[in-house]
């Protein structure tokens, strides 16, 4: 199975400040059709995940532009511009691209 | 708008069976991919099962390969994992997940509300 190592596990971060989550896959994400299928999910508390990032830097529907991806075959980042309060959460890469689909572990996100 | 309701979770005794639905609706369901992920109490995402728009590609996590089935029926929008043999380590709030696209690769862009399920004597 692919593991999807995140870092860091825990983001205490000051409104208005930016914030970066790594992830890391043990193997490519690239697919046989060539696309590469490593997303990012948010989950704040009590909710279920939602969609943030998909294919590495495309931002899902409704998603603000301070969210961004970028990265390529083994590693990834997600990036949060500027912080605001409505981000705390817990935040996983996921990939989709060979079976089984696995997560990381998760990065919480906390206001200081 | 875009919708997930799982049903069909609740308290089931080790090494009995319980049946999950996914009841969809604001898409055309037979043009994507779906999925079940669970999460343990207080734990991460684990993805469990995932099936293509036409069950041709059908997939299923190590930890439950032989003992959970999934299957969908397009005609009434519904998504379905008949599991058996539960056991205490499938405790989880379990999630329907709809795919980007028609094939099972791709990943997931919308989430039901998820069912527990709670595997105790």
Same mark, same amino acid.
């Given at each position: 199975?692919?593991?999807?190592? %995140?870092? $860091?596990?825990?983001? =205490?971060?000051? &409104?208005?400040?930016?914030? !970066?989550?790594?992830?890391?896959?043990?193997?490519?994400?690239?697919?046989?059709?060539?696309?590469?299928?490593l997303s990012w999910?948010? %989950?704040? $508390?009590?909710?279920? =995940?939602?969609? &943030?990032?998909?294919?590495? !830097?495309?931002?899902f529907s409704g998603?603000?532009?301070?969210?961004?991806?970028?990265?390529?075959?083994?590693?990834?980042?997600?990036?949060?511009?500027?912080?605001?309060?409505?981000?705390?959460?817990?935040?996983?890469?996921?990939?989709?691209?060979?079976?089984?689909?696995?997560?990381?572990?998760?990065?919480?996100?906390?206001?200081? | 708008?875009?919708?997930?309701?799982?049903?069909?979770?609740?308290?089931?005794?080790?090494?009995?069976?319980?049946?999950?639905?996914?009841?969809?609706?604001?898409?055309?369901?037979?043009?994507?991919?779906?999925?079940?992920?669970?999460?343990?109490?207080?734990?991460?995402?684990?993805?469990?099962?995932?099936i293509s728009w036409?069950?041709?590609?059908?997939?299923?996590?190590?930890?439950?390969?032989?003992?959970?089935?999934?299957?969908?029926?397009?005609?009434?929008?519904?998504?379905?994992?008949?599991?058996?043999?539960?056991?205490?380590?499938?405790?989880?709030?379990?999630?329907?997940?709809?795919?980007?696209?028609?094939?099972?690769?791709?990943?997931?862009?919308?989430?039901?509300?998820?069912?527990?399920?709670?595997?105790?004597?």
């Open positions: 199975d692919i593991v999807m190592t %995140q870092t $860091p596990l825990s983001s =205490p971060v000051t &409104l208005g400040q930016p914030a !970066s989550i790594s992830c890391r896959s043990s193997q490519s994400l690239v697919h046989s059709d060539g696309n590469t299928y999910l948010q %989950q704040r $508390p009590g909710q279920p =995940p939602r969609l &943030l990032i998909y294919q590495i !830097s495309n931002r998603v603000p532009d301070r969210f961004s991806g970028s990265g390529a075959g083994t590693d990834f980042t997600m990036k949060i511009s500027r912080v605001e309060a409505e981000d705390v959460g817990v935040y996983y890469c996921m990939q989709a691209t060979h079976f089984p689909f696995t997560f990381g572990q998760g990065t919480k996100l906390e206001i200081k | 708008e875009v919708q997930l309701v799982e049903s069909g979770g609740g308290l089931v005794q080790p090494g009995r069976s319980l049946r999950l639905s996914c009841a969809a609706s604001g898409f055309i369901f037979d043009d994507y991919a779906m999925y079940w992920v669970r999460q343990a109490p207080g734990e991460g995402l684990e993805w469990v099962s995932g036409n069950s041709g590609t059908i997939a299923y996590a190590d930890s439950v390969r032989g003992r959970f089935t999934i299957s969908r029926d397009n005609a009434k929008n519904s998504l379905y994992l008949q599991m058996n043999s539960l056991r205490a380590e499938d405790t989880a709030l379990y999630y329907c997940a709809k795919g980007r696209g028609y094939s099972v690769y791709g990943g997931f862009d919308y989430w039901g509300q998820g069912t527990p399920v709670t595997v105790s004597s």
